[in-house]
């Protein structure tokens, strides 16, 4: 389906570029979100009448991401989880999890689909993902995920916590223990051969 763009999208275009998308993401995404106009004579001739509205919200919209750029950088994301001995979570840590903490944090307004986080974190550690506050404006953060304060004061002191099973290691079994217990077990005094 050919539409038109009322916003910039990222790998996408530009305000007023013609672009060609499957026919789903139009219906569902684009279109009802106001996002882009069905591509036709007539609503070329509207577009160039909003064109300059349009990029008049479009440079707010940029404005109003470039302001919440040091609230963000500076936003402590710190997430204490339960784990197991091997550092592994109890659940994850999702992009809906650093969107909510940035809403309570920073009072950045930001939804999970601006979490530019790939997979969810599923281990203790730090983790670098950007916010993309805006298509232009992209912020990188850092995201501390541990068990505790103190665990997250060392990771963010540059340490790395490591994790593990203990191994107990057993003692070597000398020799003249086992014909001892052998012999103990037969009713034989050990000196006796």
């Known amino acids: 389906m050919k539409v038109i763009l009322t916003e910039k999208i990222t790998k996408l275009g530009n305000i007023g570029d013609t672009v060609e998308v499957k026919t789903g993401f139009a219906r569902n995404y684009l279109l009802p979100n106001n996002k882009a106009m069905r591509f036709s004579k007539e609503n070329m001739a509207v577009f160039e009448t909003k064109k300059a509205e349009l990029q008049a919200r479009q440079d707010a919209a940029k404005k109003s991401a470039e302001s919440n750029v040091d609230a963000v950088k500076n936003a402590k994301l710190h997430m204490i989880r339960q784990a197991g001995d091997t550092g592994q979570l109890y659940g994850s840590v999702s992009s809906r999890d650093i969107a909510r903490m940035l809403k309570e944090i ?3 307004a930001v939804t999970s ?10 281990s203790v550690g730090c983790f670098d993902t950007k916010i993309a506050l805006h298509p232009d404006v992209i912020v990188p953060v850092k995201v501390y995920v541990a068990q505790t304060q103190d665990e997250i004061d060392a990771l963010v002191s540059g340490k790395v916590l490591t994790f593990g099973t203990k191994k107990v290691e057993e003692e070597p079994i000398v020799e003249e223990e086992v014909v001892e217990s052998v012999a103990a077990a037969e009713g034989v005094p050990a000196d006796a051969e």
Do not use: D, E, F, T
């Open 113 to 122: 689909a601006q979490v530019m986080l790939g997979s969810p974190i599923k």
């Open 106 to 108: 920073a009072n950045v």
